[in-house]
């Protein structure tokens, strides 16, 4: 399990390393389609507000407070603007830690593009 981990977070770093800077931004459209796949697939971990009775955040938001406790990285991913696009995709495919892996049946690769331009909005041009 640990291997695998590792692995994918190997995988991840590469992938984040050979994302070519300047390329074009992604359409309004395909941001507002990546809200609407995030809102349903990641928000119910991922968003603000109370977790379950017993716990300030979510379960995924919680998690990354913790991954992230002395660093300046927002716990939230709607507000992270050091995503790239090949990350968030490796990661919603292999998952990582107690986050599970997603199917191309429960997100198409069209879907997976769409949440990527989403996560990554506000990262500026130069990290496309």
């Known amino acids: 399990m640990k291997k ?9 770093v590469a992938l984040c390393a050979s994302v070519s800077v300047g390329q074009p931004r992604p359409g309004a459209a395909t941001v507002d389609h990546g ?3 995030y809102d349903y697939w990641c928000l119910p971990c991922h968003g603000g507000g ?3 009775p017993g716990f300030a955040e979510l379960p995924g938001t919680q998690q990354l407070r913790i991954k992230y406790r002395d660093s ?18 490796v990661i919603v495919r292999q998952g ?3 986050m599970p ?11 997976l593009d769409a949440l990527a331009a989403y996560l990554t909005r506000n990262n500026g041009a130069s990290a496309r």
Request: hydrophobic share 45%; glycine share 2%.
């Open 35 to 37: 809200k609407q796949v």
């Open 50 to 52: 109370l977790g379950l």
């Open 4 to 12: 695998t981990i590792s692995t994918a977070v190997a995988a991840a």
């Open 72 to 89: 300046p990285i927002s716990p939230l991913l709607a507000e992270r603007t050091d995503l790239a696009p090949e990350f968030v995709k």
């Open 96 to 98: 990582v830690s107690f």
């Open 101 to 111: 892996q997603f199917r191309k049946t429960e997100i198409s690769d069209a879907d």
